[in-house]
């Protein structure tokens, strides 16, 4: 479990899963994803980081490979031939509570299950709106490249750096609010994301992700049939 940035730095330290800025972006967050958990082992968040509440109870990755079908008169099957890769998406449901209330009407800032629900889907907001230069002109700045960080999930390739941390865009956010106090404010609230993980960089270029960027992962895979095999003393 975490909790928000804003809150509690002992709970901080218990967070596991982040969203920060690119340093491309200029928002002043940034850095590694071991540096961002380091920080917060210290009880020290960076600029514009976000810590989830609570470590999402399950996640989704998917990703398609696009192919073109060409038919062959008298053929038994087309001729398929590949054109590029789609769009690698990131998805979950983060859980926001606001539960802790004193007598007097006021919250517990130190308690893990506290949270300013409205804060804390503000600050998702922030990371999906351009900024712009001067209101009412078209110069623009763009939502920000943000790293998503998940624990010890291998979201990044480990050939790459980061490789704790994939470098993404959100897409969706999308908050259901389940339960209120009695003068309004959100009690508990679940919240959607949808993440597509982006390879071009301000500094860096573009980068492709290449099959071979898999086979430092790979390599930690035991094929169970071939353990197997050995098992029995199987010569094949």
Sequence with gaps: MGTVRTFSDVHQ?????????????????????????????????????????????SLTESQSANYNSIEVPGGSHPIVQWINNGPRSISFQAQFAHEQITPDGSTNPTSKHNVDIDAAVAWLRFFMYPHYEKRGEILTSPPPVLYLYMGNMRLRHNSRSNASGVPVVLMDVNANYTAFHADGTPRLADVDFTFQEVVQSASRGVQFVDREDFRPTMDRYNRPVTQSRRAVGSPH
Aim: proline share 7%; net charge negative; charged share 5%.
């Design 13 to 57: 330290a218990l967070a596991r899963a982040y969203l920060y800025p690119s340093p491309d972006t200029g928002l002043g967050g940034g850095g590694s994803a071991q540096a961002i958990a380091a920080g917060n082992a210290l009880g020290q968040a960076a600029a514009d980081t976000f810590v989830f509440q609570y470590f999402p109870a």
